[in-house]
Structures are given as structure tokens and as C-alpha cells.
């Protein structure tokens, strides 16, 4: 036999094979690229929303100090930190509750404990803000595997009260002196009645009532307009 019809044949029995391996190289390189550019794509509408999210912590913190609700201020910001925290992640609720945190004391919002107890106030508005956001994402991280309406609601109760549970904790540590005088004065028996009575009742109940209503349907419909527009 000729060798040169043998190196011919050779040649071409190995061509498949050397084709085959290059379109699928060619193939997995398409992929990678695609899934890069859908992660970059992901983490830029996360990094926008964030933003937009921070942004709107400011707005309606602000607005708090020039609208306040006996006996303080309200806290609506309790609903962006409760979205930010499912739709981009846990470190999200817990950046946005430290916005939140510092707006309240740069807006005048805590002057009146200030006045009592700087180092303090400054430690439970900030703690208070962080850990609800944090707790809204650690809630529903979990939950949302399962069922993302049913996360949405819980993360919605939990900032809530995760903020007032650090706001009466710290009012024991820092602020008992002046709060049972608070509450003498507005003709209460002791300071714990002053504080679940008329510190933080008809404000915790309104916060909660507004996360419970307008956290989980702001979360469905950003989740549906992420879905119709991929």
C-alpha cells in the first residue's frame, strides 16, 4: 500500500474528532462568555436598585424630621431596607438600615436623646437601623427557598421589630433615668409603661401595618417586571 494514501487516510479519520473538539471548546467559550454577561448584567440592575433604594431611605427619612408622629417621628424607611434586603441580599437591608441610621441623626431626629446620652444615641439608632436590615435578608434568604411571598412577609415583620426590640434595649441601658422622668411627667407609674405605652406602640404598629401591606407587593412587582423583561 502507498504510504502516502495511509498518512492521507489517517489525516482524515483524524479530522472528525479534531473538528468535533474544537466546536465544543468553541461552544463552552460562548457559554462562559454568556453567563459572565448575564451576572454582570444581574449585579448591574442590583447596584441600580440599591442606589435607587438608598436614595428613597434618605428622601423619606428627611421628610420624617419635618413630618413628625407623637410622640417621634415614623419610621417608613423600615419598607425600602425590607425590599432591598429580598431582591438584592442580606449586606443590602444592612446598608440601607445604616443610611437610615445615620439620616436620624443627622436630621435632628434622636436630638432629644443626644442631649441625654451622645455616645448612646448614637449607638442604638445606628445598631437599631443595621441589625433590622440584616434581619430582614437573614429572614428571607432562607424562607424565599420555599416560598417567596411567605419570606417577603416575615423579613416585613421582623425589621420592624427588630428596630423597636433595639430601640427598648437601649432605652434600659442608656436612657432610664430620663425616660422614668419622661414618663412621671406624662403621669405614668414607671418607665416600662411609658415606654410600650407611648414611646413606641402607635409607632410600631403603624410601621408594622405598612411593611406587612407595601413590602410584599413591592417585592412581587419588581420580581414581575424582572421577569417580563428577561
Known amino acids: 500500500m502507498d504510504t502516502a494514501n495511509v498518512n492521507t487516510a489517517s489525516t482524515n479519520t483524524a479530522n472528525p474528532n479534531t473538528t468535533d473538539a474544537n466546536t465544543a471548546k468553541a461552544n463552552t467559550a460562548k457559554t462562559t462568555t454568556a453567563r459572565v454577561n448575564t451576572t454582570k448584567r444581574f449585579d448591574t440592575r442590583k447596584l441600580v436598585l440599591l442606589a435607587i433604594l438608598t436614595a428613597i431611605v434618605i428622601v423619606l427619612q428627611s421628610l420624617a424630621a419635618v413630618l413628625p408622629v407623637y410622640p417621634f417621628t415614623l419610621t417608613l424607611v423600615l419598607i425600602p431596607m425590607v425590599v432591598g434586603a429580598a431582591l438584592?441580599?442580606?449586606?443590602?437591608?444592612?446598608?440601607?438600615?445604616?443610611?437610615?441610621?445615620?439620616?436620624?441623626?443627622?436630621?435632628?431626629?434622636?436630638?432629644?436623646?443626644?442631649?441625654?446620652?451622645?455616645?448612646?444615641?448614637?449607638?442604638v439608632v445606628i445598631l437599631k437601623g443595621a441589625l433590622a436590615g440584616l434581619a430582614a435578608g437573614a429572614i428571607y434568604k432562607p424562607l424565599a427557598k420555599k416560598n417567596r411571598t411567605i419570606a417577603t412577609i416575615a423579613a416585613a415583620v421582623a425589621s420592624p421589630v427588630v428596630n423597636t426590640g433595639i430601640f427598648i434595649i437601649g432605652s434600659y441601658i442608656f436612657f432610664l433615668p430620663t425616660i422614668t422622668a419622661w414618663g412621671e411627667a406624662a403621669g405614668f407609674s414607671n418607665a416600662t409603661a411609658y415606654i410600650f405605652l407611648s414611646l413606641v406602640s402607635f409607632n410600631f404598629l403603624i410601621e408594622l401595618g405598612l411593611n406587612l401591606v407595601l413590602s410584599p407587593s413591592i417585592v412581587r412587582l419588581v420580581q414581575y417586571g424582572r421577569s417580563r423583561r428577561n
Not at 108 to 115: D, R
Open 88 to 123: 438584592v441580599n442580606t449586606l443590602a437591608g444592612g446598608w440601607l438600615g445604616l443610611v437610615f441610621g445615620l439620616v436620624v441623626l443627622l436630621t435632628g431626629n434622636a436630638n432629644a436623646f443626644l442631649a441625654v446620652n451622645p455616645a448612646g444615641t448614637i449607638v
